[in-house]
């Protein structure tokens, strides 16, 4: 059984940056497809980037295109999201999600791809 556990939320400046880290554990996700996704308050879950672990390729969602990298740290056995330029908009419950396999069953940013979820780390952005 996979569990995903997510660190890194907190409180910061706008204009600032956060690094949030997703560790993997219980199962081997060396095929899975590894994403983020966050939802604000009172709003629907919304993806946010998720990258192939076997190839390495990478999506990102069109409202945080150019302000998050995705990545991995293999040593770690995490899947990292480095926030820059954060705006209050930004605040959200962060997600780290995963595949069973190689293979997004309904597309990259459906929450239905995804078969493991972790439980969420907070991220305000407010001055």
């Known amino acids: 059984q996979g569990q995903l556990v997510e660190s890194g939320g907190g409180l910061v400046q706008p204009g600032g940056s956060l690094r949030l880290s997703c560790a993997a554990s219980?199962?081997?996700?060396?095929?899975?497809?590894m994403g983020w996704f966050r939802q604000p308050p009172g709003k629907e879950r919304e993806f946010v980037a998720a990258?192939?672990?076997?190839?390495?390729?990478?999506y990102y969602g069109d409202s945080v295109k150019g302000r998050v990298i995705i990545s991995e740290d293999n040593a770690e056995n995490t899947v990292d999201l480095q926030m820059n330029s954060l705006k209050p908009e930004d605040t959200a419950v962060y997600y780290c999600?995963?595949?069973?396999?190689?293979?997004?069953?309904?597309?990259?940013?459906?929450?239905?791809?995804?078969?493991?979820w972790g439980q969420g780390t907070q991220v305000t952005v407010s001055s």
């Open positions: 219980g199962r081997t996700f060396s095929r899975s497809i």
């Open positions: 990258k192939t672990r076997s190839s390495s390729v990478t």
């Open positions: 999600a995963a595949t069973r396999d190689n293979f997004l069953r309904a597309g990259w940013i459906s929450a239905r791809s995804y078969d493991y």
